[in-house]
């Protein structure tokens, strides 16, 4: 019984994220416009603190501070050109993984 | 079921982003832009609720000597101390210190050192933090900075759903109707609402993503000792009376420049280890950020001095001066409020845009749908006069508040938020042409009986300032009444537009 209603409420929330119903692609947008494009700005921004070169450490800071909104408002507006919600949660959510990665590597050699 | 599978293209996302994000985060835009828009009067709002203090201008070193002598007397035990010396539009005197975390400030004589009896508020100042914390510190932030980066996608988008806009704003095809008035104003503010929202967002960025900052520092402390080359020293217990500040004034006057002096800090003040910090004022460049020479603060000795700023330091903090726009004096101010003014007439357009294109389609339905429209109608009331209102309340209750009522301060601030509060019942009980209406009317009423209320309760009243020229305080008084004509000729434009329809 219990094994039942767990495979249901796996399918319903299945349903809901791969949901072409215009009302859930615009939530599902606002979701990854906000959340994914937090997580792509939030990566890249450590990526870049990480890899810069810049020797005073308060630069960095302040580059990041100028730049790094501009990715965030491209990430919203990218999210909503993009063909389906689903699509850009997947490039979002690549992107995050690939330049978290990035970051990850960068923060070992350091 | 064929509808829910439509092909959306580019434009029609562009426009579902620009509906429903404009919806719900232009209820935030709103507010932060109409108290962001009172801000720029900062100075001037906090003089006109402070009408116990005013002080003539008297030198700088009599001011600075003044103020030792109230902080040594106020303040014996505490950890910082703060001068903030009067300084272009503000000429008040106030000292400020810091106390096991706490914040304590008064207004004192420059004359006799002696802290001015007045009336416990916040002033102005509220209505620059309210404009980013929504009083809820981070979490407000949070809200606001996400709003921010929404106005700037609405902006992209609002010029892609609606590709003519910029044509037709130069062409002079401007039509009175809410779409109309909602894209003109768009494209008129449009250069402002970006510089803006962008500054403002580079200035809240650090706070909602700080991992630069967490990547090479510990605290946000550590990253600001860094960035202004600060001194830091152990502390000591012993005490030891500062240098006296007005000696060290000409050698800091030397640094950063004769009558450049803003703020004076003295760290654990009257301590073997005290380190005093003339910092400049910032309201007379682009460049927001205090140039500061810094003294040890037993033998007076200089210890380092910084002026210079590095590229990127330079561009953040520009940013931060063109957004708090001090630099350009009136002139500058009264552009800031009048575009912001514009500004919030371009959101709540477009709120009542939102209503009107789907009023006759939901005046036909029941239920969900229905209810959801009379609230999305009432909020955008009591989100936009509600704010007006609850905005000049602060300013009424400033007057009407007993003197002598405890934690003052906070009074005022749950004034403004009590009759917000009103407003939103008023709102969702009366219909929504009555709603518009009164709420425009009594807004109007507020802001235009404000001059009349400053007479009767202060002797600051209009005939008086305006005969000594004391155009700080006359300037709030003529504002507020020009605000309220204006609200109540909107309040007549829609009572007129409403009673032929019917």
């Given at each position: ?110 | ?199 403002g967002l580079v200035m809240t960025f650090k ?115 063109l957004h708090i726009g001090k630099f350009g ?174």
């Amino acid at each position: 019984m219990q094994k039942i209603t767990m495979t249901a409420e796996v399918e319903i929330i299945k349903e809901l994220f791969l949901s072409t119903h215009p009302a859930m692609q615009l939530i599902l947008r606002f979701l990854a416009a906000i959340f994914g494009g937090y997580g792509i700005t939030y990566s890249l921004m450590k990526a870049i603190s990480l890899l810069l070169p810049w020797q005073k450490h308060t630069e960095t800071v302040s580059f990041c501070e100028w730049l790094l909104p501009l990715v965030y408002l491209a990430a919203i507006v990218w999210t909503f050109a993009a063909a389906s919600a689903q699509y850009a949660w997947k490039v979002l959510l690549s992107g995050i993984v690939l330049v978290g990665g990035i970051a990850l590597i960068a923060s070992c050699f350091r | 079921m064929k509808n829910f599978t439509v092909h959306h293209t580019v434009v029609q996302r562009m426009r579902d982003f620009h509906t429903w994000g404009g919806l719900f985060f232009g209820w935030v835009l709103f507010i932060v832009f109409f108290t962001g828009t009172l801000a720029v009067f900062e100075p001037e709002i906090s003089y006109w609720m402070n009408p116990e203090v005013r002080v003539q201008n008297v030198a700088a070193s009599e001011s600075l000597a003044a103020a030792e002598k109230a902080l040594r007397k106020n303040a014996a035990d505490a950890d910082v101390w703060l001068v903030i010396l009067p300084q272009g539009r503000s000429s008040m005197l106030e000292i400020s210190w810091k106390k096991n975390g706490q914040t304590f400030d008064r207004y004192i004589d420059p004359t006799t050192g002696d802290v001015i009896k007045g009336r416990g508020t916040d002033g102005g100042e509220f209505f620059s933090h309210f404009h980013y914390e929504l009083h809820h510190k981070h979490a407000g932030t949070w809200l606001v900075s996400i709003a921010g980066l929404v106005m700037l996608g609405a902006l992209i988008s609002g010029i892609m759903i609606r590709r003519n806009v910029i044509k037709d704003f130069f062409c002079l095809r401007w039509r009175k109707n809410w779409l109309s008035v909602h894209m003109m104003t768009g494209i008129l503010t449009l250069p402002f609402v970006v510089l803006i929202t962008y500054s403002g967002l580079v200035m809240t960025f650090k706070d909602i993503m700080p991992v630069s900052l967490n990547t090479f520092y510990k605290t946000s402390n550590g990253y600001w000792n860094e960035f202004l080359d600060g001194v830091e020293r152990p502390k000591s217990q012993e005490k030891v009376q500062i240098y006296p500040l007005t000696a060290l004034l000409p050698s800091a006057e030397k640094e950063l420049g004769v009558g450049n002096i803003g703020f004076v800090q003295i760290q654990q003040p009257d301590k073997r280890s005290a380190l005093i910090n003339f910092m400049r004022r910032v309201d007379d460049r682009m460049l927001a950020i205090t140039d500061r020479a810094s003294f040890d603060g037993v033998t007076g000795e200089w210890l380092i001095s910084k002026t210079k700023w590095d590229t990127q330091a330079t561009i953040v903090r520009s940013l931060v001066g063109l957004h708090i726009g001090k630099f350009g004096g009136y002139p500058m101010a009264w552009g800031y409020f009048i575009l912001g003014l514009i500004g919030c007439v371009m959101i709540a357009t477009g709120l009542v845009f939102f209503t009107v294109k789907r009023r006759s389609k939901y005046e036909q339905e029941w239920g969900n749908k229905r209810d959801f429209f009379r609230a999305v109608e009432a909020i955008n009331v009591a989100v936009t006069t509600g704010c007006i209102i609850a905005s000049i309340s602060y300013l009424w209750a400033n007057r009407l508040l007993p003197l002598s009522l405890k934690e003052r301060a906070d009074a005022e601030v749950i004034a403004f938020f009590f009759i917000w509060l009103l407003m939103f019942i008023h709102a969702f009980w009366r219909t929504k042409e009555k709603a518009w209406v009164e709420q425009l009317k009594l807004a109007a009423g507020l802001c235009a009986c404000l001059p009349l209320l400053n007479e009767m309760t202060t002797s600051v009243g209009l005939p008086k300032t305006l005969l000594c020229g004391d155009w700080m305080t006359a300037g709030v008084d003529l504002t507020s009444a020009t605000l309220g004509v204006a609200l109540w000729a909107v309040a007549w434009m829609l009572e007129k537009r409403w009673g032929n329809t019917g």
